[in-house]
């Protein structure tokens, strides 16, 4: 765990995306993705896109190119909320990802994913 990557490789280890027919679409897509986007050992930047996403003003579109240091205070309080409930659930998972090595452990929610796939294929 707490591993750092090398300043020397690329540190995007993955890509989120997510659309809809509307923005909110998108963003309650987003949110539940990155409920079940789980990475261990490295630091991400998922509690600052969580904490994003619940802002009011990012979800009615009041943006501009100084959002985040107009909201900066309400984004890193939000963020803290986050990481402490993430924190709770990283502890839950540590044993299930062999916390002896330094392994980042990837996981998008397949059963889940799977599950709404299947659903899907059934209402066709």
């Known amino acids: 765990m707490n591993y750092t990557i090398p300043t020397f490789y690329d540190s995007m ?6 659309y809809g027919r509307t923005r909110n679409d998108a963003i309650n897509k987003m949110k539940r993705a990155l409920s079940e986007y789980i990475i261990l050992g ?3 930047t998922i509690p600052f896109h969580k904490a994003i996403l619940r802002n009011p003003n990012f979800i009615e579109g009041n943006l501009n190119t ?3 240091d107009q909201y900066k205070k309400g984004i ?3 963020m803290h909320n986050v990481i402490v ?3 709770e659930n990283v502890n839950k998972l540590k044993s299930t990802f062999m916390p002896g090595k330094k ?3 990837i996981s998008a929610a ?3 994913y799977q599950n709404t796939v299947m ?3 059934a209402k066709k």
Do not use: R
């Not at 280890?13 to 997510?18: A, E, R, V, Y």
């Open 110 to 112: 397949v059963g889940s």
């Open 76 to 78: 890193e309080s939000e």
């Open 103 to 105: 392994i980042a452990a």
């Open 119 to 121: 659903n899907q294929m």
């Open 13 to 18: 280890i993955s890509k989120l995306i997510t």
């Open 42 to 44: 490295v630091t991400t």
């Open 85 to 87: 409930k993430d924190l």
């Open 66 to 68: 100084h959002f985040i």
